[in-house]
């Protein structure tokens, strides 16, 4: 994770929620009281979030220091002390509910991740993410999807092409499209093409793309044409897949299975955080 890049990201959230004063806080408490802030998981889960804590403390104050005791990807149960942070209250309590948001959305999507991921183990399919994330969270999402023990897709539009739908029937074909974008593209970047006919998938293998993904399939559908994919072409497979159906689907030898609700539907993990007033 880019910690520069959370650090800003920190500030500006911060910012949204103070604003020009916590008039809570800095009305009841002189600077001087000191505090301490134990974060707490209220639920059974997989943790994800050290950095944000420690981070996420020290841009409100750097004075404040903090101690995580669980790190990113361990278990974690109801009660277990997460981390406990002392400094100013003030500080404390103007950081704690940017701290807990990030914290309980990313520790739910690792706790989900790691869930699926154990349904499909031995299968050799692998788990990953896709980019219907949290605007302005794709980062802390993905690190989130890492740590639960799956694999990010692209990051967004500019680091793979992923040609959809859309794109071919703008294009007026799976080939002119491919051919149109191998010609501008630089070699590094790879080339993934929904496709969800067996035309398709015949044009696309001609094409020489990187990953084929099966859009909407059925596990039968994907077993039948995927045996006709050369090893050099990654697959994928998206869209139609539950809980229920996941290992299914792994069992075709389909390389990844990406799945939105990891990071679009995700109900936040019940951490709480207590604040306690010390003397100096």
Same mark, same amino acid.
Request: aromatic share 6%.
């Given at each position: 994770?880019?910690?520069?890049? $959370?650090?800003?990201?920190?500030?500006?959230?911060?910012?949204?929620?103070?604003?020009?004063?916590?008039?809570?806080?800095? +009305?009841? +408490?002189?600077?001087?009281?000191?505090?301490?802030?134990?974060?707490?998981?209220?639920?059974?889960?997989? +943790?994800?979030?050290?950095?944000?804590?420690?981070?996420?403390?020290?841009?409100?104050?750097?004075?404040?220091?903090?101690?995580?005791?669980?790190?990113?990807?361990?278990?974690?149960?109801?009660?277990?002390?997460?981390?406990?942070?002392?400094?100013?209250?003030?500080?404390?309590?103007?950081?704690?509910?940017?701290?807990?948001? $990030?914290?309980?959305?990313?520790?739910?999507?690792?706790?989900?991740?790691?869930?699926?991921?154990?349904?499909?183990?031995?299968?050799?399919?692998?788990?990953?993410?896709?980019?219907?994330?949290?605007?302005?969270?794709?980062?802390? #999402?993905?690190?989130?999807?890492?740590?639960?023990?799956?694999?990010?897709?692209?990051?967004?539009?500019?680091?793979?092409?992923?040609?959809?739908?859309?794109? $071919? !029937?703008?294009?007026?074909?799976?080939?002119? !499209?491919?051919?149109?974008?191998?010609?501008?593209?630089?070699?590094?970047?790879?080339?993934?093409?929904?496709?969800?006919?067996?035309?398709?998938?015949?044009?696309?293998?001609?094409?020489?793309?990187?990953?084929?993904? +099966?859009?909407?399939?059925?596990?039968?559908?994907?077993?039948?044409?995927?045996?006709?994919?050369? #090893?050099?072409?990654?697959?994928? !497979?998206?869209?139609?897949?539950?809980?229920?159906?996941?290992?299914?689907?792994?069992?075709?030898?389909?390389?990844?299975?990406?799945?939105?609700?990891?990071?679009?539907?995700?109900? !936040? $993990? #019940?951490?709480?955080?207590?604040?306690?007033?010390?003397?100096?």
């Amino acid at each position: 994770m880019n910690t520069i890049k $959370l650090r800003s990201m920190l500030e500006q959230f911060y910012l949204e929620d103070i604003g020009d004063c916590d008039l809570s806080s800095e +009305f009841l +408490f002189p600077e001087s009281v000191i505090g301490e802030l134990n974060i707490v998981a209220k639920m059974d889960g997989i +943790f994800c979030g050290t950095k944000v804590i420690e981070e996420g403390v020290r841009v409100v104050d750097r004075n404040t220091t903090v101690n995580c005791y669980v790190e990113d990807g361990t278990p974690i149960v109801k009660g277990s002390v997460i981390a406990t942070a002392k400094g100013s209250v003030q500080s404390l309590l103007k950081s704690e509910r940017v701290i807990l948001n $990030l914290i309980q959305r990313m520790s739910a999507i690792a706790t989900e991740t790691n869930r699926v991921v154990g349904k499909i183990e031995g299968t050799g399919t692998k788990v990953c993410d896709t980019r219907k994330t949290m605007p302005g969270l794709r980062m802390l #999402d993905k690190y989130a999807v890492r740590t639960g023990g799956g694999f990010n897709h692209r990051n967004g539009l500019f680091d793979a092409v992923m040609l959809k739908d859309n794109h $071919l !029937a703008f294009a007026g074909s799976l080939t002119k !499209a491919v051919e149109t974008v191998k010609a501008a593209l630089g070699h590094t970047v790879k080339i993934e093409v929904e496709i969800e006919s067996f035309e398709q998938l015949q044009e696309a293998i001609a094409a020489k793309v990187d990953i084929i993904m +099966f859009d909407n399939c059925t596990p039968e559908t994907i077993a039948e044409w995927i045996a006709i994919v050369p #090893d050099s072409i990654i697959t994928e !497979a998206s869209g139609m897949i539950t809980n229920d159906t996941i290992r299914t689907y792994a069992e075709t030898g389909v390389d990844y299975i990406s799945l939105g609700y990891l990071t679009h539907s995700v109900k !936040a $993990l #019940d951490i709480s955080a207590n604040v306690s007033i010390h003397t100096k």
